[in-house]
């Protein structure tokens, strides 16, 4: 059975009841995390839970435990037998009825769950299209917040185009894919959208940053235009359940050569190395 974790109870996810004055369900007003399980063990887990309490911070979601919410992230993870799995957890501002302003002393409503995750093989080896649009999202992008609406819109305009992803621009500087960070590499040098309030700054694009600082691979965290983009030697896109995806198509046209390039192959596999290095870590 498929256990989850609701408002202090951990229940049969296919029986679960949603309170219906949870304000994620009438606002989307909350936070969110996907945490990778690779082996039955957590991957950067420690950075998924500063950043969740970041973004609730952000959004003045108060009176969260960190150590609630990790002890809640392993309790999930052992009660379900899943050992390659991606766990979700939200955190929505409480249980009211609807209105706007936050409501006077409601707490904090957890909900965790986990599905099984393969990585993406297929795709990391052979690359992926991608198109490109405007970024009309808001100006908090950097809150990992359970609105998706404008993501979910960008993504299915990529669907609807035969594509994977949507890497968005604002005013022709790409900010991010519609669930993804994009890198681009040009005369080996990697390029990549500043960590500022334009774009949510993936765990996957940190790691992919620290791998490079660690490798000397020279990088910037600079914003580059489509045009850029579309001329760059490589681009790829990050992120927690699709690692480093390779895109060798944007809106029709091949990128480099249209093949998968060495820079991009180098921090797959400098990547794939961490996460057979889990293997060895302890976790409580
Ligand atoms: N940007 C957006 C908009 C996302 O939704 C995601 C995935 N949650 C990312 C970037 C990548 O972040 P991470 O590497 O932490 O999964």
Known sequence: MRISYYNGEYVNHDEMR????????????????????????????DEHTDRLMASAEEVMIRGLERDEIVEI?????????????ALYIQVSRGIAPRDHSFPDGSKPVIYASIREAKRPHGQMEEGVRAVTT???????????????????????????????ETIMHRDGVVTEGSSTNVFMVRNGTLFTHPADNLILNGITRQEVLK??????IPFREEGFTVPDMSE??????TSTTQEITPVTNIDGRQVGDGSVGGTTRKLQSLFNKKITQLKSVKQS
Request: hydrophobic share 40%; net charge negative.
């Open 211 to 216: 791998l490079a600082e660690a490798n000397e």
């Open 134 to 164: 405007e970024d009309y999202r808001w100006l908090k992008c950097h809150v990992k917040s359970l609105n998706l609406l404008a993501n979910v819109m960008e993504k299915q305009y990529a669907v609807e185009n035969g594509a994977k």
């Open 73 to 85: 992230l392993h309790e999930v993870r052992e009660r379900n037998a899943i050992t390659d799995g």
């Open 18 to 45: 949603i309170k219906s004055g949870d304000r994620a369900f009438y606002f989307g007003d909350g936070v969110y995390e996907v945490v990778r399980i690779y082996d039955g063990r957590f991957f950067t887990l």
């Open 232 to 237: 760059a030697d490589e681009v790829f896109y």
